[in-house]
């Protein structure tokens, strides 16, 4: 071998390295990252050049067992199909980049992201972003491009470190697929010795839809402020605490001058329409408000971590769902449907308990979703102008997670899921929608 070629191609050497033998991911990496000095020492070095460049992944094969054929399972991994109560599918199957531009000192300066999403359904972009650091006051950055939405906490956690399979119905309805399209600019002092450091304040403005429609289809934005405090010890007691506030301001564009919304007659809650020729072009709001908090023992062995999160407000969709719906709304002619808003709210609690080992924890979960604050149980009737857009959700997990080695885990999972009794066809009593899951997941 002619050893006076190595310079020529260090950087190619180098490269074939970090691609054959990988990385450990950062722990409890998030969705819209933040840099700092951690993430930073994780990342490969491929010359000083080019910066920073690495490279994630992971795979998440499963079975899933339901209580009854053809359960509707949308938030559970999606629905079955309409002869079918077990499945084996491809849940999630990520490759992600990192690249990151340092400067001399060592600070970061642009950060870049790009990462894809295979299933046996095809092949996505999930995350394609790009972030500057302002490095003059060391206090501002800003993310452009497809990211993560910054509300609350259950949001941020990416699903390859999250312990329950899949995120609560609450999260799952207003922010489906969690990344949008927009900017988001991050005020976090970031020199050495600041006293904020801690203080993350993040402002957002985007489209809406997020990956739940092919793109933007009308004039309104979502505006999203989160004002977050990372992780510190509580003074005098073995426990640390995070937590935030959250709200989202936005809304969806009237194309018709029809729209629908709750209003109170002779003591009794109905849907009643709205027909005036103002209504085109107005804004059917959408009012999140939220706030989080995440209680953990500072120890590794027995750790015990309590996250909570609860969200209310003003929320616009159909007649049929109130999930923000990724484009215009139309019947099965392509005729354009009014909006419906109503008044909701919902939370979650998740307990993960560490047993004895790191390798092995006990999960326990419960969220409710409550799409019609305004009415409850028989009182939700078509007569009323209601549907199962109204029903109220509650989902009681729990489940055992075991750490096979840095590379592989394996989850079992049963979701309780309990609906409301009410007059609505097919949801007078609780329906037989409970689902089993075992997950594996491979990562590097």
């Known amino acids: 071998m002619n050893f006076k070629l190595l310079p020529k191609y260090k950087s190619l050497i180098i490269l074939f390295f970090v691609l054959s033998t990988g990385y450990q991911a950062v722990a409890q990496r998030t969705i819209n990252d933040v840099m700092d000095s951690t993430t930073v020492n994780h990342l490969l070095i491929i010359s000083k050049k080019?910066?920073?460049?690495?490279?994630?992944?992971?795979?998440?094969p499963q079975f899933q067992f339901a209580e009854s054929k053809g359960t509707q399972a949308e938030y559970q991994?999606?629905?079955?199909?309409?002869?079918?109560?077990?499945?084996?599918?491809?849940?999630?199957?990520?490759?992600?980049?990192?690249?990151?531009?340092?400067?001399?000192?060592?600070?970061?300066?642009?950060?870049?992201?790009?990462?894809?999403?295979?299933?046996?359904?095809?092949v996505a972009i999930r995350d394609f972003w790009g972030r500057y650091y302002e490095n003059k006051w060391k206090i501002l950055s800003v993310t452009l491009g497809l990211s993560g939405r910054p509300f609350g906490n259950e949001l941020q956690l990416s699903s390859s470190v999250r312990e329950a399979p899949e995120r609560g119905r609450m999260s799952q309805i207003l922010m489906k697929?969690?990344?949008?399209?927009?900017?988001?600019?991050?005020?976090?002092?970031r020199w050495k010795g600041a006293k904020l450091r801690n203080v993350v304040l993040d402002?957002?403005?985007?489209?809406?839809?997020?990956?739940?429609?092919?793109?933007?289809?009308?004039?309104?934005?979502?505006?999203?402020?989160?004002?977050?405090?990372?992780?510190?010890?509580?003074?005098?007691?073995?426990?640390?605490?995070?937590?935030?506030?959250?709200?989202?301001?936005?809304?969806?564009?009237?194309?018709?001058?029809?729209?629908?919304?709750?209003?109170?007659?002779?003591?009794?809650?109905?849907?009643?329409?709205?027909?005036?020729?103002?209504?085109?072009?107005?804004?059917?709001?959408?009012r999140y408000y939220g706030a989080d908090v995440q209680l953990a023992t500072n120890k590794k062995s027995w750790k015990s971590e309590l996250r909570a999160e609860v969200i209310s407000g003003l929320q616009t969709g159909t007649g049929t769902t109130s999930t923000t719906p990724g484009s215009y709304p139309v019947d099965s002619k392509s005729v354009a449907l009014p909006y419906y808003t109503r008044t909701f709210n919902g939370a979650y609690v998740t307990f993960v308990q560490t047993l004895n080992s790191?390798?092995?924890?006990?999960?326990?979960?419960?969220?409710?979703?409550?799409?019609?604050?305004?009415?409850?149980?028989?009182?939700?009737?078509?007569?009323?102008?209601?549907?199962?857009?109204?029903?109220?959700?509650?989902?009681?997990?729990?489940?055992?997670?075991?750490?096979?080695?840095?590379?592989?885990?394996?989850?079992?999972?049963?979701?309780?899921?309990?609906?409301?009794?009410?007059?609505?066809?097919?949801?007078e009593t609780d329906r037989k929608d409970n689902v089993f899951t075992l997950r594996t997941q491979f990562y590097f």
């Open 50 to 60: 080019y910066g920073s460049l690495s490279f994630s992944g992971y795979l998440q």
């Open 77 to 122: 991994g999606g629905n079955f199909g309409e002869y079918t109560s077990n499945r084996f599918r491809l849940r999630r199957g990520r490759l992600r980049a990192d690249y990151m531009m340092l400067n001399e000192d060592g600070s970061p300066s642009t950060y870049f992201v790009l990462q894809f999403d295979g299933t046996e359904q095809g």
């Open 177 to 189: 697929t969690e990344r949008d399209l927009g900017v988001t600019f991050t005020i976090n002092p």
């Open 203 to 286: 402002m957002g403005i985007y489209n809406g839809q997020g990956l739940a429609g092919p793109g933007e289809f009308d004039n309104s934005k979502d505006f999203i402020f989160r004002l977050s405090h990372k992780s510190i010890p509580i003074k005098n007691t073995p426990f640390t605490i995070a937590g935030g506030v959250s709200t989202l301001q936005g809304g969806l564009n009237h194309r018709l001058p029809v729209s629908y919304r709750m209003q109170q007659s002779n003591e009794t809650w109905k849907m009643v329409k709205d027909s005036s020729a103002n209504n085109i072009n107005q804004v059917a709001p959408r």
């Open 358 to 427: 790191t390798d092995n924890q006990l999960i326990l979960k419960y969220d409710w979703y409550d799409p019609n604050a305004k009415v409850k149980g028989n009182a939700i009737s078509a007569l009323n102008g209601l549907s199962a857009a109204d029903v109220r959700f509650d989902t009681f997990g729990f489940g055992f997670l075991h750490h096979f080695n840095p590379h592989f885990k394996a989850v079992v999972y049963y979701d309780v899921i309990k609906n409301e009794s009410t007059q609505i066809s097919g949801y």
